[in-house]
């Protein structure tokens, strides 16, 4: 797997971070697609989310969010379907998260980037899934391995 084909699916966690932060990981991820190094998708579900979040918490920061969205090429992946969604509540029994760990499911990503220690960084231990779940610095310094060695 080379950088120029790296698929991604983005948590709302990471999305709001990077909306908070313009040093931050998150931020960079958003970079990075806007170079077409990465291919950056969200779910149905996760762009709710991310909008409602904004919208709650910094309602002044819809314009970023919308930017970032934009500048990062970030596509939306189809709503995931039923064998998915009981694929994801093996693993997450949090029902909202269940539906987007589903929707990354549909996705097929090789990396799916989250700040959720609590439902989501953990299972990868525990679940054979066809991708691997990290954090925007998990991905960044697998990129940075990956370049070194290559």
């Not at 439902?119 to 960044?140: C, D, K, S, V, Y």
Request: one cysteine or more; glycine letters at 6%.
């Amino acid at each position: 797997m080379t950088l120029k084909n790296l698929k991604v699916f983005l948590d709302t966690s990471v999305i709001f971070a990077a909306v908070l932060s313009r040093t931050g990981g998150a931020r960079k991820l958003f970079h990075l697609g806007e170079a077409g190094l990465l291919h950056l998708f969200v779910g149905p579900t996760v762009l709710q989310e991310a909008d409602k979040v904004v919208r709650r918490k910094i309602p002044t920061s819809l314009p970023v969010l919308a930017q970032l969205l934009g500048i990062g090429q970030v596509a939306t992946s189809p709503a995931a379907n039923e064998g998915q969604l009981e694929l994801a509540r093996a693993c997450v029994q949090y029902s909202p998260d269940a539906r987007v760990l589903a929707e990354a499911i549909q996705a097929n990503p090789d990396w799916f980037v989250t700040h959720d220690k609590e439902h989501f960084l953990q299972i990868q231990a525990e679940a054979n899934l066809p991708f691997r779940i990290g954090t925007p610095g998990h991905l960044l310094q697998s990129i940075k391995d990956e370049f070194i060695t290559s």
